[in-house]
């Protein structure tokens, strides 16, 4: 029997490959067209509008056949680099398995065993939720830190960022993000480190949790030290929780497992993780908790569905969670980013009585913050009011744009209207990068203080498109 025809009167069927050759250079026609029209607009406008074809480890390709090195990791997704050999063996060996995933009456042993690993690097918490991504981690800890206390509200951190569904937007510390979504959850912000208003607020024994980033993704900010530990202890003593949302700080990113252990004695009752977890490959959060949460949620058969996710402990999600685990522990990745990540702080720090601009470099690990600042010389002065004057952030942005366009470096802006850039970088690089970004990072900051050239070019370029928003 003649396979019948397709729309375009070719066989039916699916071939990647084929669909990918004919019309693989519609990336940015097709996003404008029928997804965020935002996105190809910013991207042209930054002149970040370049097609990438290919990657492996820290780098990529993009269609001329340029090479460009990675320091965002898809904002720190790709924390083993992309397509890591350990990860795409065992994707393809499950798959080739033929399981019968997701029968949704049965145990399957991945998901078991994952939750097994994981918990090895957590040994004061007992059972793990798996779901999809970092924002529905931090949903589910959400859920069970009210469910467990009967309490209503969580505080959290002035410019945390939790993700972006309701409940995670709830304790979403940046305004732009919550505009035009209330109402939320009954929630409240309190100082990062300030134990007196966490005190203030516990004392009005409605409070279920705090959700803390150990270190804040917008602005690179880490708790001061002793602050988890001590809030740990308050929220115990009014019966509340305390958790940690490791989705970018997890998995080795700052130089330990999970950058709580950094303070002895944090030991969170929640944790949050996502991102690396994937192996840049297949979605998957997972929620740690302690018994006795997980047993106020899950109290009866009759609520053994009470919280749960339809792709949730899928088995190549499980799968490429234990060969991320694995990777880690046999390439002693978290080592390897406390190592290098020392070595391009100290580089970068040594930077900043040299440049007036340059005002600090902070962070932990491979999660670096690069903060500028008003110079003290009346012409440098005069260009970053300018900018300022315009709109916060734009001389971050500066930096960014000439690092990719003339040196193929690919970084980030930590936040709207910072003057921060971080760098959070696949944890298997080496020396080689080092000396690549800080080279290039080097030749950015000579000519932005020089005054002239294509840096000041692209600055006014910038300048002139925030006034047009205004």
Request: proline fraction near 6%.
């Amino acid at each position: 029997m003649a396979t019948p025809p397709g729309p375009a009167g070719a066989p039916a069927g699916f071939d990647l490959r084929a669909l990918l050759a004919a019309r693989g250079t519609e990336g940015y026609a097709l996003h404008s067209r029928h997804l965020n029209p935002q996105l190809p607009r910013m991207l042209r406008t930054l002149g970040f509008d370049r097609v990438y074809e290919r990657a492996e480890g820290a780098y990529f390709w993009d269609d001329e056949g340029r090479e460009y090195l990675d320091m965002l990791a898809g904002f720190g997704v790709m924390g083993l680099g992309r397509h890591h050999p350990v990860v795409r063996r065992a994707l393809h060996d499950v798959l080739d398995a033929g399981l019968a995933d997701l029968t949704r009456f049965d145990c399957q042993p991945l998901p078991g065993l994952l939750a097994e690993r994981l918990l090895a690097h957590s040994p004061h918490l007992d059972r793990v939720f798996f779901g999809n991504s970092g924002t529905e981690a931090v949903e589910t800890a959400l859920k069970f830190a009210r469910c467990a206390t009967g309490r209503p509200r969580v505080l959290y951190c002035d410019h945390a960022f939790h993700g972006l569904t309701c409940g995670s937007l709830s304790v979403n510390g940046e305004r732009g993000f919550r505009d035009g979504f209330a109402p939320l959850l009954p929630d409240t912000a309190v100082p990062l480190g300030d134990l007196a208003a966490l005190e203030r607020e516990l004392a009005r024994g409605d409070v279920a949790a705090l959700v803390v980033e150990p270190i804040q993704g917008k602005g690179v900010h880490a708790a001061p030290p002793g602050y988890l530990r001590a809030a740990r202890e308050l929220l115990h003593r009014h019966r509340a929780v305390l958790i940690a949302d490791e989705v970018q700080t997890g998995l080795g990113r700052t130089g330990d497992f999970w950058a709580h252990d950094h303070e002895p004695g944090a030991e969170p009752d929640l944790i949050c993780v996502a991102k690396a977890l994937s192996g840049g490959y297949v979605p998957v959060g997972a929620t740690l908790g302690k018994e006795w949460i997980f047993r106020k949620v899950y109290s009866s058969m009759d609520r053994v569905l009470v919280h749960s996710a339809s792709f949730g402990s899928n088995a190549q999600a499980m799968a490429a969670g234990l060969a991320v685990l694995c990777v880690i522990e046999d390439e002693d990745l978290a080592g390897r980013a406390r190592a290098t990540g020392g070595l391009l702080r100290e580089r970068l720090a040594a930077l900043v009585e040299r440049y007036e601009f340059l005002h600090e470099v902070r962070g932990r690990g491979l999660m670096i913050g690069i903060e500028f600042g008003r110079p003290r010389s009346l012409g440098l002065r005069t260009r970053w009011n300018m900018l300022q004057a315009a709109r916060p952030g734009l001389f971050a942005q500066l930096v960014v744009g000439p690092l990719l366009h003339r040196h193929r470096i690919l970084t980030q802006v930590s936040g709207d209207r910072l003057e921060v850039i971080k760098l959070i970088p696949p944890l298997t690089i080496g020396e080689p990068e080092v000396d690549r970004f800080v080279t290039a990072f080097t030749a950015v900051m000579d000519e932005a203080h020089a005054g002239s050239g294509l840096i000041w070019d692209f600055g006014r370029t910038l300048v002139g498109q925030a006034l047009a928003r205004h």
